[in-house]
Every structure is written in structure tokens, then in C-alpha cells.
């Protein structure tokens, strides 16, 4: 059965302190994988596709990474602005369905 | 482009009524997703369609669940009858299947049924 862990489920940290957000997965032939953004009351915004391992994508303060089993999302000098909620979801290839992590919810004090 | 157009964004009814709530996709995507978001069971998708098309509804809980899809740009949910535990997000999203994959969401219709 696909399946997506994401670690942790909280963390919090100081402006400009850097972190890893960590996205574990199993599925059957890997298509793609996908981070989206969550602010509260909001529906999730698209952040980066991931396809082989070994692929990095960057958007600003973010990077992600992919191995054959998990996915990583840097966060480097994080500000108040980068909190919110970070999803990751995976897509196999013989379906268009996403299976979404429960999410790791990120908190960045000045 | 205006994105993903979801109506209501709030929406609260008793219990035994019925609920619709509509989706308007981006224009020229193909597929279309909806999705039930809670604290306890994260984002789950309910059914989704391509070319109008349902095409995997394994998602959606029970008969009192049903989705149309009757052109390109429109999509309906309807719970008849609605219960306390259906009170959740809903979220629709679209995307180009066959392209890039990605899925675009909408904001979303919180719904809650007393």
C-alpha cells in the first residue's frame, strides 16, 4: 500500500535558524513527489515535483531533495513568514491520485 | 487566471439536510480532484475525474456521498443526508493530467453540520 510518514509533526524555531523537514514514502513506481504549503484557513499551495532520486529543487529560502525512499525540505535562515503547515504527498505511476503525510507544522519566532 | 473557484466557503446545516458544494476548475485543466481534510485523518481524496470522467471513488465514505461533473468547468459534491461527522474542509483541485501532474487547490469550504 502507498504510504507517506512526514517528521516531525511540530517544530519550532528561531529566525534564522536552519532545519530539515523529513517526508518517508513507499510506492508501488514512483511518478512524482510533491511539497505543498498549507497557511491556516487556506488550501495548500504548490511548492515543488520531485521525480528521481538524486533531484534537488530550490524556491528561495527552500530546497528539496529525493532519495529513493524519502524526501527532505531544507529550510535555511527561516523567517516568521515560513510558518505554516509543509505537506508532502506521492503519486504512483499508473494513477493520478496524491497520497498526502500528515504534515509537519513549522513555527518561526523572531 | 483566477484559480480554483470553490463556493460556499462556509457552509452550516442540521443534521439530515442536504449540502452541495461546487467547484470551478482552472480553465483548460482535465482533471479534478475533491479532498476532505480533518485533524485526525489529514487530507484524504474522495473521488476524482478526468475529461469529466469519474474515475477512482474509493475515497468517498458512503451512498450518502455523491460527485458530478457535468461539463469541463463545473463540479458538484452533494451529502444527503449530512451528519455531525461529515463537518470538515473540502477541497477542490485541478490539474493537467498528462503534463506536469501538478495539482492546484481551491480555498476550500468549511463545512459543519450540527
Known amino acids: 500500500e502507498d504510504q507517506v510518514t512526514q517528521s516531525p509533526e511540530a517544530l519550532r524555531l528561531q529566525e534564522g535558524e536552519s532545519s530539515s523537514l523529513n517526508c518517508s514514502y513507499t510506492v508501488s513506481g514512483l511518478r512524482g513527489l510533491f511539497w505543498y504549503r498549507q497557511d491556516p484557513g487556506k488550501g495548500p499551495e504548490f511548492l515543488f515535483t520531485l521525480y528521481s532520486a538524486g533531484e534537488e529543487k530550490e524556491k528561495e529560502r527552500l530546497k528539496a531533495t529525493l532519495t529513493k525512499k524519502e524526501s527532505f525540505l531544507h529550510i535555511t535562515a527561516p523567517k516568521p513568514e515560513d510558518s505554516a503547515t509543509y505537506l508532502c504527498?506521492?503519486?504512483?505511476?499508473?494513477?493520478?491520485?496524491?497520497?498526502f503525510g500528515t504534515g509537519t507544522r513549522l513555527q518561526v519566532f523572531p | 487566471d483566477a484559480g480554483v473557484i470553490q463556493s460556499p466557503r462556509h457552509e452550516v446545516t442540521e443534521m439530515g439536510q442536504e449540502v452541495t458544494l461546487r467547484c470551478k476548475p482552472i480553465s483548460g485543466h482535465n482533471s479534478l480532484f475533491w479532498y476532505r481534510q480533518t485533524m485526525m485523518r489529514g487530507l484524504e481524496l474522495l473521488i476524482y475525474f478526468n475529461n469529466n470522467v469519474p474515475i477512482d471513488d474509493s475515497g468517498m465514505p458512503e451512498d450518502r456521498f455523491s460527485a458530478k461533473m457535468p461539463n469541463a468547468s463545473f463540479s458538484t459534491l452533494k451529502i444527503q443526508p449530512s451528519e455531525p461527522r461529515d463537518s470538515a474542509v473540502y477541497f477542490c483541485a485541478s490539474s493537467l493530467v498528462g503534463a506536469n501532474y501538478e495539482q492546484y487547490f481551491g480555498p476550500g469550504t468549511r463545512l459543519t453540520v450540527t
Open positions: 504527498a506521492v503519486q504512483a505511476r499508473n494513477t493520478d491520485k496524491l497520497i
